[in-house]
């Protein structure tokens, strides 16, 4: 029930050069804090570091210099660009694996399949499933453990629009249920402004923060919502 | 992309519920109808060469039938081919094992693999008739000899086989199991040994080759029963048709372990791309 803030504080990050690639230092002193049930979005030209950011709070990456706390044991759940789902087991097993790792009851799990839609697909195998369905055992599967942290990496960016669009209403109901600490990263402006509580525009190199946009919109929002548009351009104006 | 996605599935379709038990077996004896062709071709040429040759050293199939009824009769052939198969089992069970054990080992640590890196390669260099020496010197006439020469000849081109499977798993799952924070056993249960399945069942079918023919050189050298003593015995009394009814009746063995076993397994492990493929 509870949510952890997620803070970098003087993170540095450089990437050893390989071959003809020069050595890179694509973070330095780099501060960021998210406060606990808060839904930040990151966006920002490709490369720029959003994903190293995103994986040093998962812990598939380090810092070379600062720190990055997550609370140490938290309960994480993570979504990816593709689903990342084991697909020889069947769909519930892929959600229940996942609760019994973080040591919560399946029951969660199984009550969040049907809620994403996937009612009667329990037993089949991912592969029988489509695209968006698959995406959706991934929601279901990162909101079963009872997440502190959610971190997203373009979890909507492989599937077409109308399939992202429904599913991006469907992480904001199961944002709504029991907040936890969000961080997002996507290309999409329209989406940041959609499910955030704050957009942060990253640029340069090393990356520094651009520009920070407060979306003080009630929840449940809209995808229409004429005031996001506002929001979309102000992120737009700094990204090009 | 998973690793499993390299190995290309049985063409065996799913049999109809009810509808006849020729309906059902149909497709099979269509997908074996190749094979059989080939086992006619060459029987053929056979008898057409022993009839040709007319010579002792080139039996015609009457008299490898013969030969073949006469190793049934009795029960003999069955018990002989049952104690070989049990030595090629338990080897077969313990290379595995330890092949596997090692694999992940050495996928877990880089110093680890490279230790044992000279070992494997003394291994996929020494023919199998030098374990089968050795083991036959060191260890005499116990169970000891088949299993532990079966152990060195399988157990190092399975690591190798092994190891390409585990070098093949997928990043994006062990990243996911980590973040979800997998136990080491839920990460070995339900990530590597998913993805290296394709492997493990060459992995099964090249250890039976190998140890069928490592054990036959122990139970030639150094025991005094087994397919391997039977077929020397034929030879030391240069009854050609006696050492091809051996040869054939193991084959039969072989093949029904494959076609029955094996296949079974491999259509029960990758059942989740078949379902889902409906
Ligand atoms: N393992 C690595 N070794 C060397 N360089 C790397 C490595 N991982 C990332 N980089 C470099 O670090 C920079 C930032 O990468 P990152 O993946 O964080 O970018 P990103 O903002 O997520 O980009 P995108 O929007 O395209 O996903 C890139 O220039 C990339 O080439
Ligand atoms: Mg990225």
Redesign the pocket.
Known sequence: MSAAPIVFSRVGKTYPGIGARPTETILRDFDLRIEAGELLALVGPSGIG??TLLHMAAGLETSDTGAVQTGGDRRLGMVFQQPRLLNWLSVVRNVELAAEAAGVSPRRGLELLTEVGLDGYQAAFPLGLSGGQRQRVALARAFSIDPEIVLL??PFSAVDALTARRLRLLLQDLWLENPPTGLL?THNTQEAAFLADRVIVLGGRPARVVEEIKVDLPRPRSPEDPALFEIHRRIMSRLI | MSATDTVALPGVARQPEGGGAWRAWAPRLRAALPGAVFCLLVAGLWEVLARTKQSPLVPDLAEVWGEILRLLAGGMALEQVGITLWRISLGGIAGFAIAVLLGLFAARSRLFGAFIRPAVLLGLTVPGLVWALLCVIWFGVGLATPVVSIILGIAPPLLVTISQGLRAVDSELTEMAHVFRFSRAARIRHVLLPSIVPFLLSGVRLAFSLAWKVIVLVELFGLSDGVGYQLNSEFSSQNVAGVLAWTLIFWVVMAAIEFGLMQGMENRLTRWRRESSL
């Open positions: 959003k994903t990496d373009e990263v």
